[in-house]
């Protein structure tokens, strides 16, 4: 009866540190998808003028090349 009690109790145990983790994981999973997110937007928002920046760049290129 006792080595039963001990195995429930730590059997208890172990799943309140395993949902406890579980937690914490999920939360910082969470995170890391919103940042992941934000930096898409931000990539997405300066690839047009990363465009316009290198299309005047060749411009100068080819000019520079036909003087």
């Not at 937007?41 to 090349?65: M, S």
């Amino acid at each position: 009866m006792e080595t039963s009690l001990k195995n429930i109790i730590w059997f208890g145990l172990i799943l309140v540190a395993a949902g406890t983790t579980y937690g914490m994981m999920s939360q910082r999973l969470q995170a890391v998808e919103s940042k992941q997110q934000q930096l898409e937007k931000i990539i997405l928002q300066d690839i047009p003028d990363i465009r316009e920046r290198v299309i005047r760049l060749e411009v100068l290129l080819e000019k520079a090349l036909d003087s």
